[in-house]
């Protein structure tokens, strides 16, 4: 992975130049190369809070990796994104793409938004439209409409409540997240209280858990 920030002073409109880039290769036991990934972003902040971006993103896959009925073996995006105030809470987003992944050629749009609804209350909302070209796309791509919707409530920098909800039109997966934090003393010593809720098509009753993770930091040093 290559991660590069660059902060230009001959430039007074760019406030910062962003770089990243991962790659994963993924081999057999007869050391046959199965599935290969490789993942660019770059983007341009500029000082009055306006960023564009690019990400483009190749995957390749042999059969043993891919899905009953996908015949395209390789994954091929492009995206576009403009946003407002993104290296800050308050923020928006919207994206658009192109391109092919392993049911076939398609395009897509979506946006993010999240905000302060008040000192307290934080929200955000996230969806994606995604459509194949049905006349050259497999028989089973299917066109998807992704809704995410979260909430934080923050009664003290160490007290506070997260939720997490997603809606996803091709499966009918509907799940729900919530997590119940305090730090009794931070930033590592902590409780939490954690309800998942997930159901789909898939599912002849929904899944439910209730969990509790305790953590301490005792503090040791040792010389």
Avoid: C
């Avoid at 119940?180 to 002849?204: C, E, H, K, M, Q």
Wanted: charged residues 25%.
């Amino acid at each position: 992975a290559v991660r590069y920030k660059y902060f230009p002073k001959t430039y007074s409109t760019i406030k910062m130049i962003y770089y990243n880039s991962n790659y994963r290769w993924d081999w057999s036991l007869d050391k046959i190369l199965q599935r290969y990934e490789i993942r660019q972003e770059a983007s341009v902040y500029l000082k009055n809070k306006i960023n564009v971006g690019l990400n483009a993103h190749y995957e390749y896959r042999d059969a043993i990796w891919r899905k009953t009925g996908q015949t395209f073996s390789h994954k091929d995006r492009i995206e576009f994104e403009l946003g407002y105030n993104t290296l800050e809470y308050n923020q928006v987003l919207v994206n658009y793409g192109v391109g092919q992944d392993f049911d076939g050629p398609l395009h897509w749009y979506g946006g993010w938004a999240q905000f302060d609804v008040t000192k307290k209350i934080g929200f955000s909302y996230d969806f994606e439209n995604r459509m194949y070209n049905k006349k050259k796309a497999d028989l089973i791509a299917t066109d998807v409409n992704l809704h995410i919707i979260g909430a934080d409530i923050r009664f003290s920098p160490d007290l506070f409540i997260r939720l997490f909800s997603q809606y996803r039109s091709d499966t009918d997966r509907m799940y729900f997240y919530g997590r119940l934090g305090w730090r009794f003393r931070a930033p590592n010593s902590a409780i939490y209280l954690t309800y998942s809720y997930d159901d789909d098509d898939n599912r002849v009753e929904p899944y439910k858990i209730v969990y509790a993770k305790f953590s301490y930091d005792f503090n040791l040093s040792i010389y």
